[in-house]
Structures are given as structure tokens and as C-alpha cells.
């Protein structure tokens, strides 16, 4: 009795490993790429903090957004470009900014990795501010 | 006995389907992580537009459909000044899934109220 009693037991965890077993083989081989998944969570991650700093970049006064002195009032989304040189500190992986097709900043870097493009005002008119990012 | 035997394999199969459900959840969540990107970047270009036009008081249409086309070209959407809209590059064959939309009311230098909607369809 007692022998009939644990050969149950070792059939059922044997099975229960079996099982187990194919559950996970079945979800990496047909449900999920585990991979993939890791892979697109880390773009997600880098296309969300380099937008992040093209945000920055034209609200910030530090960088490309215009400052009025008189008023002493920051404008987001309307720019100057007297501290373009300062860009550097704000991500040195910004290569090249374009404003309306005319190149204003280039580094010596080139294999551009992600780009952004945002609306702004530049001497009182409606440009088209590109913003690439280099590895 | 045999019983007890066969629950103990019941119990652990529907332990499996339940993890498997959970998983199968937090997945589908992790994969609308792009979308969700998209759309917050299609966002920040609609909330340009309308910074933009506020802060150079646009009153057109044409000027305003110039600014949208520069920025989100061949994008299917509507612009709205007051009470005139336009659509843009707008298919009534398409069957468009998702609008992402924003409007501002401001007060421009005659004193007079402004109303501007920018619409983007995806």
C-alpha cells in the first residue's frame, strides 16, 4: 500500500515537471521573444529620454530657448541660437541640428541613430527644428 | 489515494494557466509602449503648432495649413481657427483607428478671442 502510494506521488511530480516544462517551452517559442521584448523596452527607454531633452533644449533658457531681459521671461518653443555651444553639456550625443533645412550644429559625429523634429519660432517666423542624435 | 493524486496534477495545470495569463498580460501592456510613445510625440508637435500660432497670432487658415504641413507632412488630420476647419490630407475611405487632438482659446493683441484646434487622425 505504502509502495502504490509513493509511486503516485513520483508519477504526479513527474508529471507536474513535465508540464512545466512544456508551458515554458511553448511561451519562449511561440508566445514570446523574451529578446525582443527586452530589446523594444530599451528604445522605448532611449527615444523617450532623447525626447525628453529636445523638449529641454527648446524650453530651457541654458540652451535654445529665448530669453527676454526686458521682461525677464523665458519662451519655450521660440529660440536663439547664442548658446548653441552649450548644447554639449546637455547630451553629447546631439550631432546635428537643422533649422528649415540650413545645418547649425554638427559634431564629427555622422551615423545618426534616432531624429527628432519640433515646431519653432526662429526671428519671428515658423521653422522646422531637427534634432539628430549620433551613437 | 488515486485521488488525491489527480487533484495534486489539477491543481499545478491550473497554477500554469494563471501564470501564463499574467505573463500574457504584462506583455501586452510592454508591447502599446511604442504606440504610447508616438502618440506623446505627436502630441508635442500639435502643442508646437499651437504655442507657435498663439505666440505669432496666425488668424489664417492657409497660414496655419503651411506651418502643419512643414512639420507633419502628409499627416492626416484638421485644423480649426474659430469656427472655419479644414481637414488635411483626410481620406473619408480610411477608417482611422485614433484622433490625438488639442485646442487653446487665447486673447490676441485687438483684444479679440481666439480659438484654435489642431487634430492629427493615426
Same mark, same amino acid.
Do not use: A, V
Given at each position: 500500500m505504502k509502495s502504490e502510494k509513493a509511486q503516485i506521488m513520483v508519477f504526479d511530480i513527474l508529471i507536474t515537471l513535465v508540464l512545466v516544462f512544456l508551458v515554458i517551452e511553448v511561451e519562449q517559442a511561440y508566445v514570446f521573444d523574451y529578446n525582443t521584448q527586452i530589446v523594444s523596452s530599451e528604445l522605448s527607454l532611449y527615444f523617450l529620454e532623447k525626447n525628453l531633452v529636445v523638449d529641454q533644449l527648446i524650453s530651457d533658457c541654458n540652451f535654445l530657448a529665448k530669453y527676454d531681459?526686458?521682461?525677464k521671461v523665458c519662451y519655450k518653443n521660440n529660440i536663439q541660437l #547664442?548658446?548653441?555651444? @552649450?548644447?554639449v553639456f546637455l547630451?553629447?550625443?546631439?550631432c546635428k541640428l537643422v533649422l528649415d533645412n540650413k545645418i547649425i550644429y554638427k559634431t564629427q #559625429?555622422?551615423?545618426? @541613430?534616432t531624429s527628432f523634429t519640433r515646431g519653432v519660432i526662429y526671428n519671428g517666423s515658423f521653422c522646422v527644428l531637427e534634432v539628430d542624435f549620433c551613437e | 489515494m488515486n485521488n488525491k493524486g489527480i487533484v495534486f496534477s489539477l491543481d499545478s495545470i491550473f497554477a500554469l494557466i494563471i501564470i501564463s495569463i499574467l505573463f500574457l498580460l504584462f506583455f501586452s501592456v510592454t508591447t502599446n509602449e511604442i504606440e504610447e510613445l508616438t502618440n506623446l510625440y505627436v502630441s508635442q508637435k500639435i502643442s508646437d503648432l499651437l504655442i507657435t500660432s498663439q505666440f505669432l497670432e496666425i488668424n489664417s487658415l492657409s497660414q496655419l495649413e503651411d506651418n502643419y504641413n512643414k512639420l507633419l507632412p502628409n499627416v492626416p488630420g484638421y485644423i480649426k481657427i474659430n469656427s472655419s476647419q479644414r481637414y488635411l490630407?483626410?481620406?473619408?475611405?480610411n477608417s482611422y483607428k485614433k484622433l490625438i487632438s488639442q485646442n487653446i482659446t487665447y486673447v490676441n493683441s485687438f483684444g479679440k478671442e481666439v480659438y484654435l484646434e489642431i487634430g492629427v487622425y493615426s
Open positions: 531681459f526686458i521682461s #547664442s548658446s548653441l555651444d @552649450k548644447i547630451d553629447p550625443s546631439i #559625429s555622422t551615423i545618426i @541613430k | 490630407h483626410f481620406s473619408k475611405s
